[in-house]
């Protein structure tokens, strides 16, 4: 059975910092790109950041910068480090493959909520 396991997530200050992890079980890890992907109130879900399993990074515009994906394929699992964070990253962060559902059809983890206020 896939899961996709997201932690990390919190009430950070604006500028914090917050480390986010994915655990995948129950498929091939080193198989997929995987991407960190969020969610805002009343918005669609976007693409913060993705990584390819050979470790080549993409990234949003927004987050350019600020934002560092890694993997460790060993583990099964992806990172995000964000850095200055700004209210505007408030959502909830999932990660998938990327593109999304390759793992499985349909399927997206509980996430992780990240909070940026004062």
């Known amino acids: 059975q896939v899961q996709l396991v997201e932690s990390g997530g919190g009430l950070v200050q604006p500028g914090g910092s917050l480390r986010l992890s994915c655990v995948l079980s129950?498929?091939?890890?080193?198989?997929?790109?995987m991407g960190w992907y969020r969610q805002a109130p009343g918005k669609q879900r976007e693409l913060v950041a993705a990584?390819?399993?050979?470790?080549?990074?993409t990234y949003a515009d927004s987050v350019k910068g600020r934002f560092t994906i890694s993997r460790d394929n060993a583990k099964n699992t992806v990172y995000l480090q964000m850095n200055s964070l700004k209210p505007e990253d408030t959502a909830v962060y999932y990660c998938?493959?990327?593109?999304?559902?390759?793992?499985?059809?349909?399927?997206w983890g509980q996430g992780t909520q990240v909070t940026v206020s004062s």
């Open positions: 129950g498929s091939i890890f080193s198989r997929y790109a």
């Open positions: 990584i390819a399993s050979g470790g080549t990074t």
């Open positions: 998938n493959s990327y593109p999304p559902k390759l793992i499985a059809s349909d399927y």
